[in-house]
């Protein structure tokens, strides 16, 4: 059952994937280019950054998960994140510019949490104070 409890473990899942996966990037920027045999990017610092946004997303998943009535703008700002990710990514592998082996790192790094975190915001909407700040 999604109550309370689940959406404050989720939260923390969500924060420790995404610190860990923002981690690795700015650490190993080249890291998913070599995975799926792809030229190195010339400029990692374009994957260092993302890295980095990614790390942010993990931080605000962590706020959520200490109150998930407070600062539930930061899960609104990873779902609109992830929701962008899925978009670039679609597109960029319609153009054939990312293989299509590759959607396994779209799936664990976007994919995976937009339902929840839309299932959050429905129970959310069902479990809130009125509150609007």
Same mark, same amino acid.
């Given at each position: 059952m999604m !109550?309370?409890? =689940?959406f404050l473990s989720f939260f923390r899942v969500a924060a420790i994937y995404n610190i860990a996966a923002g981690t690795l990037t700015v650490l190993y920027p080249q890291l998913f +280019?070599? %995975? +799926?045999? /792809?030229?190195n990017i010339n400029? &990692? +610092?374009v994957m260092?950054? %993302?890295g980095? =946004? #990614?790390? #942010? *997303?993990g931080y605000g998943f962590y706020l959520v998960s200490t109150d998930l009535r407070l600062y539930r703008h930061f899960a609104l700002m990873g779902l609109i @994140?992830? &929701?962008?990710?899925v978009?670039?990514?679609s597109y960029y592998t319609i153009l054939g510019e990312i293989p299509i082996a590759a959607v396994w790192t779209n799936v664990f790094n976007d994919i995976l949490w $937009?339902?929840? $975190? %839309? %299932? *959050?915001?429905?129970? /959310? @909407?069902? !479990? &809130? &104070?009125?509150a609007s700040n």
């Open positions: !109550n309370e409890r =689940f +280019f070599h %995975l +799926f045999g /792809l030229p400029h &990692s +610092f260092r950054g %993302l980095m =946004f #990614v790390g #942010v *997303y @994140g992830k &929701s962008f990710g978009m670039g990514w $937009i339902p929840f $975190i %839309l %299932l *959050y915001f429905r129970w /959310l @909407g069902k !479990n &809130s &104070s009125g």
